[in-house]
Structures are given as structure tokens and as C-alpha cells.
């Protein structure tokens, strides 16, 4: 159960940034709130997962599964780049957090 609450936390991180994009420093009201209320989700989801575990394993999923879904999101909805180095360093992250799952224990 901790893994499925780190992934939730995870997705949460990724809107997190996403939304944080879309308030247009902060001067858009309700992704403003998205914002602070997808942050708070997932730091809170992180700390529940934390509790079993190990933080070093926990924190760099956490972290993966934030930064290769924003690389996504960006790719997805906001027409960034899609280069082939670009790609492959984030199949990097995605085998990282992968490999952390599997033997992180």
C-alpha cells in the first residue's frame, strides 16, 4: 500500500508543477489553489509512504516519478521539445525509479 500512496504522492508533485506553470506566477486565482493544494497532497502522501519506506528509496521515486512526468506534461500540453537525447535521459530517470522499486527493498 506505502507504493501505491508513493505513486499518488508522485502524480500529485507532477501537478503540482503543472499548475504552478498554468498560474502564471501565481497570478491566476484557482491554479494558484491547485497549486497549494496538490503540493500540500503530495508532500502529505510522501510522508505516509516515508513511514515504511526506506527514505532514500522513497524521496528518489518520489522525485522520478515528479520530474519525468513533468518532462511528459511538458512534452504533451505545453510543445516542448522532443529531442532524441531528451528522450533518452528520461528513459534514464524511468529505468532509475524503476530499478529503486524493484530492489529498493
Not at 8 to 14: N, W
Not at 16 to 26: A, E, I, N, R
Not at 74 to 92: D, H, P, T, V, Y
Request: hydrophobic letters at 60%; proline letters at 0%.
Amino acid at each position: 500500500m506505502a507504493w501505491l500512496i508513493l505513486i499518488v504522492a508522485g502524480l500529485f508533485e507532477v501537478a503540482f508543477v503543472t499548475t504552478m506553470k498554468l498560474s502564471q506566477g501565481f497570478k491566476i486565482k484557482r491554479y494558484t489553489v491547485l497549486t497549494i493544494v496538490s503540493g500540500a497532497l503530495s508532500f502529505y502522501l510522501l510522508s505516509l509512504a516515508l513511514t515504511t519506506i526506506a527514505l532514500g528509496t522513497g524521496y528518489a521515486v518520489w522525485t522520478g516519478i515528479g520530474a519525468a512526468g513533468s518532462v511528459l506534461v511538458g512534452m504533451i500540453f505545453f510543445n516542448e521539445s522532443r529531442q532524441l537525447a531528451k528522450l533518452f535521459f528520461l528513459s534514464c530517470i524511468i529505468a532509475g525509479v524503476a530499478g529503486l522499486k524493484i530492489f529498493g527493498g
